[in-house]
């Protein structure tokens, strides 16, 4: 499999890796499958990770790092959307309904981003080889967890805290050497923020917030 780090072509003076190409265009495919609230969302979105853990392993730690939580918590979303999704008996459309998070639900996701991205950061520091850029790092691998958590629990939130950690993750890669990632990140700033419109509308006409009292 030493193919996927390698070269696949050069664009704008950028050199191309196939594992960061086809692990980014699945996470394409992953974002829009969210969008249309479609269960098949998180297998995507797993082997995208899968991928572009390979991809990242050894070079960059958090993105690294960010992957691998983006493989469990996918597993997470899986069963968390299977559980919840509408059902046509109950009035639904065999999709999950969409709903705001609650104050507490978003002081508590805001702290825990916060905290967390503060004990990563120390953590990396203290063991310098794991990064080379703790705060962003650690930034991009605690704010995955949260955007990633948040759209497994149905919140509209997810989609700002995707932008919130693309806004770092972007230049992050351009920087070390993937081009696609940030290129593909323009792309994924269009669908992220046609979806959260969608996402938004829909958690209008919902009947009954989904997931409302759920447990974690």
């Known amino acids: 499999m030493n193919w996927l780090n390698s070269e696949a072509f050069v664009l704008f003076g950028q050199h191309i890796l196939w594992s960061d190409m086809i692990g980014n265009i699945l996470g394409l495919a992953a974002l829009a499958l969210g969008w249309r609230r479609n269960l098949w969302s998180w297998p995507v979105q797993f082997a995208s990770g899968l991928i572009l853990f390979g991809a990242f392993y050894g070079h960059l730690t958090g993105s690294a790092g960010k992957q691998a939580v983006v493989m469990v918590v996918a597993l997470y979303g899986w069963w968390q959307w299977n ?63 949260v955007a990633m958590y948040a759209q497994a629990r149905g919140m509209v939130e997810f989609w700002i805290a995707w932008l919130l950690v693309d806004l770092v ?36 006409q919902g009947s009954r917030p989904a997931l409302e009292g759920a447990p974690a």
């Open 83 to 145: 559980r919840n999704r509408g059902r046509a008996e109950d009035g639904g459309d065999g999709h999950i309904t969409p709903r705001f998070a609650t104050w507490r639900e978003r002081g508590a996701m805001v702290a825990a981003a916060a905290v967390g991205t503060v004990a990563v950061a120390v953590f990396f520091k203290a063991y310098p080889s794991l990064s080379w850029d703790p705060w962003p790092d650690a930034y991009i691998f605690v704010g995955t967890v």
């Open 169 to 204: 993750g972007v230049p992050l890669n351009f920087a070390n050497g993937y081009a696609f990632s940030g290129f593909v990140y323009v792309i994924y700033g269009a669908l992220v923020l046609w979806g959260m419109r969608d996402w938004w509308l829909r958690s209008r």
